[in-house]
Structure formats: C-alpha cells, structure tokens
C-alpha cells in the first residue's frame, strides 16, 4: 500500500527539530518502523520530521569511563562494532540479530527503542543495562534511567515535547557476563519471545523478559534465576498470567536459555 | 516537493509528493523498473537498493528522506565486476525461475561477498533471511553465492 498524504520537514538542529515536535510533527529516525507503518496507514500523521541530519544525533564518543552512542546511530554500525570494549560485543551480538543487515543498515537504536514495540530487540535488552537515556526538550537534558524507559506497549518515558537524544551507558568490565535468547521462526522476524540476563562482576545479576505484548518484565535481581534456571524461569512466567500456553511456553524457554547462556 | 538524488552516478532532480517511496521514485519518475515491488513493508527484500553504499529498503524510504541520498539500483551495476561474477553464478546454478525477486538477491549477495568473505552456507543463508524467493526454494541461490565467495578465496 501507498501511505496517505505527509509533509515532510527535515530540521537542521535540535531546537528546530523539538520546534516540530511541539507543532505535533511525527519524529522519524531510520524509519524502519514507521515506514511500513505508513505504507500500512497504520500511522497517518500530517508531517513527519526527519532526525537523521541532526548534529551528533548518529555516533558513538567516550566521556571518561561512559560511553555516549548518538540515538540515531544505526544497528549495522552496531552490529559492526562502533561501541568499544565488551559492552560493545555485547550490543553487536545484539544489533546482528535484528531484522535484516539492509534494515540494520537505517533502523536505529534510539529510533526503536523510543518507538518501543513490545517484540524490537533494543526494548528487550537495554532495560537490563546501567545507564540512561538522554532525553531533550524545551528545558534541556534529562536522563531517564534504561530500566524505567519503557512503560508499555509503544509507550516510554518521554514526555510529549521530548525527543531521545542519545543513550549513555558505562563501559563494562571484560569479566561482564551476558545470556540472550529470542524466539524466531524465521530469522529476522519479529521475536515471540526474548529475555536477557546481565552479571557484571561483583554486582546483583540483572535479566528482561521481553516481547509480552506488555512492557518489558525488568528483574533487578536475577540471582535465583542464574542459579536454578528452570525452576525460576517457570515461576517468573507464572506470575505473568499470560493467556496463551505456547507464549508461557516461549516466555519460559527464553528466560531459561538466557539464564544458561550466560557467559 | 523537489528532490534531488544521485541515481546510478547521475544527479537526477524530480517532483514527488513526500508519501512517495523511494522504489516509486525510480520506476515511476525516472523508469528504472529493475527495481521491483513485494510487499512495500519491509519484509520481502524485492525492492532492495543501495543507499549510500549499503542495501536498503527502497520501500521504506519516503521523498523527503532521499533527498542528497546517493542511490544504486540493480541497473547501475552492469560495469561492477563483483556484480557481473554473481550474475554468471546465478545463471549456472539457476538461481531465479520467473526473476522478480532476483534484482534485491543480487544486492544483498553483492553485499555478502564483499562484508563477509568468509561466510559459510549456514550465514549465506541467515543474511538472505530478508529475500523471498517463491520459485527456488533457494538452494539455487545460495549455492551461486557460495561459488562466489570460493572463486574469490581461491583467488586470494
């Protein structure tokens, strides 16, 4: 299908960007989301701003021990090791399995992660990270911690008049230890199912439980879970309530295997 | 509104409405009808280019968001070297029966030879994951692009 009529605007800087969004323009970054949402007119807004030509707004810089990665940095450049160090590995084993390389090569991580569809593979592991993200609007910065980010289906923390800037996350030690598992029946389709556990060295393991058709399940201590991992993945997808035996099934499955890759 | 891109090396200048998608803009305005059209959501690969010197969804790219873009269709490959190994391969391997698929199949093989020399048929066949091909089955293709990327290490 064909999308019903937009204008277009494409800001040269940021507060000409928040200037259309306060003016109820529709931010777009690689538009690999809100693309086929178009096409679809499953989206119809009257004008969409192009992110993509901001300063900085794609780019990977370090500030002392904190990695800084550009919301419009994309997951091909991920993917291809932009993020030093093993947070770096870590995000590219991540990026690699998104979609397919010629949408990794215009998605971005701050454009999913802000579109925040419950199954997209950012909303999945970044709440499991340290670190925040970096939210503008009219009155400057403002860090929204990655696990507080999204609230629900397609819904974050971002207020209206805010735009995602960037992610800011410390560099991990090389002893980080990480477990990831999604469910495809295709590769590169949507997940049906994704958790993620995290172990940073001498600290409580953390873990996400993701692509519930709800926001995404944040353990902050995923201690049980690394211990007996079949046990606790059973009685965390318990509690879920989930409606469908198979996405219980899946829900478990994956939160048993991240448990067990962990490395 | 006024777009200017460069397609195929030559800068090219139309008028589109900003709902226009890239794929639309070059068959409609500038007849290069190489690129085909699928499922115009993302997910059957047919209407991949290069954009900016990496595959892209041609679908997916709305007017306004083309414009300075640096644009690559499967007609500005006819002189590219690598391009003209993958089609030889595609012929001796039969890997296309009605064809429609196979202009964003050469792209994306294009794409996997050269980023990923090594690749072996388990990550050929991962990467075209985001290709559909309703007549092949793909053990045709699959098979060209391996016989690429041997010729090319053994020519190493």
């Known amino acids: ?263 | 509104m006024s777009i200017t891109l460069a397609v195929n090396g030559a800068l090219a200048t139309v008028a589109a409405e900003p709902r226009t998608h890239l794929a639309d803009l070059l068959r409609g305005e500038l007849l290069l009808t190489g690129t085909h059209l699928g499922c115009e959501h993302g997910v059957c690969g047919a209407c991949t280019v290069e954009v900016d010197g990496a595959p892209a969804r041609s679908c997916l790219i709305h007017a306004g968001a083309c414009g300075g873009a640096s644009v690559r269709t499967i007609e500005g490959f006819a002189e590219d070297a690598v391009m003209a190994a993958l089609r030889e391969s595609f012929s001796a391997e039969h890997a296309l029966q009605c064809g429609y698929c196979t202009p964003g199949m050469l792209v994306v093989a294009r794409d996997i030879v050269l980023r990923l020399p090594d690749a072996d048929e388990a990550r050929v066949r991962e990467e075209l994951a985001g290709n559909l091909c309703r007549c092949t089955g793909y053990r045709g293709i699959v098979r060209a692009i391996l016989g690429v990327l041997a010729a090319r290490r053994a020519a190493a």
């Open chain 1, 1 to 263: 299908m064909k999308p019903a009529p937009f204008d277009y605007a494409r800001p040269a800087d940021w507060p000409a960007a928040l200037a259309l969004l306060a003016a109820g323009a529709r931010p777009v970054a690689g538009g690999q989301s809100l693309g086929p949402m178009l096409n679809l007119r499953l989206a119809l807004p009257e004008r969409v701003a192009d992110l993509r030509h901001l300063p900085d707004y794609a780019g990977v810089s370090m500030q002392g021990e904190t990695v800084r990665i550009g919301a419009g940095t994309t997951h091909a450049a991920i993917e291809d090791g932009v993020v030093p160090g093993r947070l770096g590995e870590i995000l590219a084993g991540v990026a690699r399995r998104i979609a397919y390389r010629p949408v990794r090569n215009r998605g971005t991580i701050g454009g999913s992660f802000a579109h925040a569809d419950p199954a997209a593979d950012w909303v999945a592991v970044l709440p499991a990270l340290p670190g925040h993200a970096i939210a503008l609007g009219p009155q400057g910065e403002r860090r929204i911690p990655l696990a507080e980010f999204v609230l629900g289906v397609f819904e974050t923390a971002l207020r209206s008049d805010e735009l995602l800037r960037a992610l800011e996350l410390p560099a991990l030690p090389a002893a980080t230890r990480f477990g990831h598992w999604k469910f495809c029946r295709k590769p590169g389709e949507f997940s049906k199912a994704t958790a993620c556990v995290l172990a940073l060295p001498g600290a409580v393991p953390t873990a996400v439980l993701a692509a519930l058709d709800a926001a995404p399940l944040v353990i902050a201590d995923a201690s049980a879970l690394l211990a007996d991992p079949t046990a606790e993945a059973a009685r965390i997808t318990a509690t879920l309530a989930l409606d469908d035996p198979w996405r219980a099934a899946l829900a478990r499955t994956a939160l048993r295997h991240a448990a067990e890759a962990v490395r």
